[in-house]
């Protein structure tokens, strides 16, 4: 577990070196374009399955729910965070798995990811308590945040 944790710092600090080093040669990193948008909102979630993966091994070998606390932060604020990334103007940006209906019923996606942002404060709650009861509840409950939401609004996956 503190090895994963350690390698997880240490791919952030290099991915922060990255895009400092980076960001002197990018012309307007301001305005990141649509397909930008996409591959974002894809890395986060790709981000986000295995930080949810980690923090389940991590409870399944008996860690205490409070060594998940980062981990889950980071996932509560990602949850914040998605909803931004659905912009109209990324609507036909490719590739995206996204459904039209995500911009067609704007409302129900907004509860989809309004479940998924109160699953995750609801882990991050249970981890800082260090409530392993509490934390195997709401593990299961973002995992299911994700799958009602990506049944709802995402098209079927044709590889991975």
Not at 122 to 137: N, V
Request: glycine share 6%.
């Amino acid at each position: 577990m503190k090895q994963a944790q350690v390698v997880f710092v240490a791919g952030l600090l290099a991915f922060g070196w990255s895009v400092q080093v980076g960001a002197a040669s990018l012309p307007d990193a301001a305005s990141p374009n649509p397909a930008e948008v996409v591959a974002v909102r894809q890395a986060g979630m790709n981000m986000a399955a295995v930080t949810l993966g980690g923090i389940r091994g991590a409870f399944d070998r008996g860690a205490p729910a409070k060594t998940q606390s980062f981990a889950a932060q980071g996932l509560a604020r990602w949850a914040a965070a998605l909803p931004s990334l659905f912009a109209e103007n990324t609507r036909d940006a490719a590739p995206s798995l996204a459904k039209s209906e995500i911009w067609s019923d704007s409302a129900g996606f907004s509860a989809k990811a309004a479940d998924f942002i109160t699953a995750t404060d609801a882990l991050l709650a249970a981890a800082k308590a260090d409530d392993r009861d509490a934390m195997a509840i709401q593990i299961e409950a973002v995992k299911q945040a994700c799958v009602a939401c990506h049944d709802a609004y995402q098209l079927p996956r044709t590889s991975n």
